[in-house]
């Protein structure tokens, strides 16, 4: 046997290790660490938000959908307003009490106008308008027209130039068409969410008890906070005023409701000159019809508005519109109504079967204009022609 000395057996264990190490690397079971080497990424160049075109230094690529967006809200998010209301109410003790209450809004001229929802700002007693710069003013209501959910608030731009948001138009639009929301949903200022028309003339009971007609029906996300803002079209538009969402959480859960720009652009005019809109008229009391009454008085139809009044030397009285008689009137809770009456079943080419309906027909027509007016007198079908009037103040529906 032989032997080996302690230095030789080092020697030999030093080799048999190198020699399996040198075995792992070669096989690729072990590596040895290397200097680390960075590429430096290339930093964006700053984009001017003129809403034009997007260069990204080909970082990455957007779709033409996406710049679409991109460029819409950037040219359009600051003719987007927050609108923040103050409203008072009174503790046991008469002490008034602040309420705070949040919405949007759309600059549409120069001179400071802003397009929102009634019911954002009724009952305020103060105003506040935020800019998409943050500046703020105080506004102050110029008209509202509760039937459309719609007002114009104003405030003084103090020589500001200010961005508008150009009307488009709500006829001849398609459900699947591209709409974009901009506002100010749970105080998140500046809030983007895109979607599709998802349904269209939609009729609409607000809590007031109102029906708004024609409203268009959207899956583009609308919370508290976004009702006054603009609903816009893939070419930088308005066609909608958000106006609400149906949500049994109170969450967006995908249907939302604007009011038509159609609507608006009929009503803005009168509501920045007169405050109101001024509506044509039939000068009567009218009655809808119920169960009830059409048993009793044994009529021939079940739907329509009965002719309770008809105002003496009025235009309705003119053009032959027949009230019931004195002598068969009849009291129905606090109200007497006259029986014998015609029974108006359309106006103006539109089927009426309820004060809705009514009040729905004489949406677009102004004091003055003449409206086609079919009656029933006993069985038989009679047609008028009646000259609006304007609809009296005091006029509850």
């Known amino acids: 046997m032989k032997l080996y000395s302690r230095f030789q057996v080092l020697i030999y264990a030093v080799l048999s290790v190198c020699l399996v190490l040198a075995a792992a690397a070669f096989l690729g079971f072990l590596r040895f660490p290397q200097k680390a080497s960075f590429t430096r990424i290339p930093e964006a160049e700053a984009v001017e938000l003129t809403g034009q075109s997007i260069q990204y230094n080909n970082l990455y690529t957007v779709t033409d959908d996406e710049e679409n967006n991109i460029q819409i809200y950037e040219h359009l998010n600051n003719a987007v307003v927050n609108i923040t209301t103050v409203t008072f109410e009174y503790n046991w003790f008469l002490e008034p009490i602040p309420k705070e209450g949040t919405g949007s809004g759309s600059i549409i001229d120069k001179q400071g106008h802003i397009l929102t929802n009634y019911h954002v700002v009724k009952d305020a007693q103060k105003l506040n308008i935020t800019l998409a710069d943050g500046e703020e003013y105080e506004g102050k209501v110029v008209g509202v027209d509760a039937e459309n959910d719609l007002a114009v608030i104003k405030f003084n731009p103090r020589g500001k130039s200010l961005v508008t948001i150009p009307f488009g138009t ?3 639009m398609k459900v699947g068409q591209k709409v974009l929301a901009i506002g100010n949903p749970f105080a998140l200022a500046r809030t983007l969410t895109t979607g599709i028309i998802s349904g269209l003339g939609r009729p609409v009971k607000t809590k007031s008890g109102l029906v708004i ?53 009929r009503v803005v005019p009168d509501l920045i000159k007169y405050g109101k809109v001024q509506r044509g008229w039939i000068d009567f009391t009218p009655v809808q019809l119920f169960p009830a ?105």
């Open 213 to 265: 007609r024609e409203m268009i029906q959207t899956d583009a996300s609308i919370n508290p906070g976004n009702s006054g803002g603009p609903l816009i079209n893939s070419r930088g538009q308005m066609i909608g005023i958000n106006a609400m969402i149906f949500s049994p959480s109170g969450g967006s859960v995908g249907i939302g409701f604007a009011v038509p720009i159609d609507t608006a652009k």
């Open 293 to 397: 009454l059409v048993r009793y008085a044994k009529l021939p139809v079940a739907e329509g508005i009965l002719v309770s009044e008809v105002e003496k030397g009025s235009n309705a009285a003119k053009a032959g519109l027949d009230g019931g008689s004195h002598r068969e009137g009849v009291r129905y809770g606090r109200s007497i109504i006259y029986l014998g009456g015609d029974i108006i079943i359309e106006v103006d080419k539109m089927p009426v079967t309820s004060l809705y309906d009514l009040l729905g027909s004489l949406e677009d027509n102004k004091p003055g204009e003449t409206v086609e007016v079919k009656v029933l007198r006993g069985r038989k079908e009679k047609t008028l022609y009646i000259k609006l009037s304007e609809r009296p103040k005091n006029f509850r529906w």
């Open 170 to 172: 709500s006829n001849n």
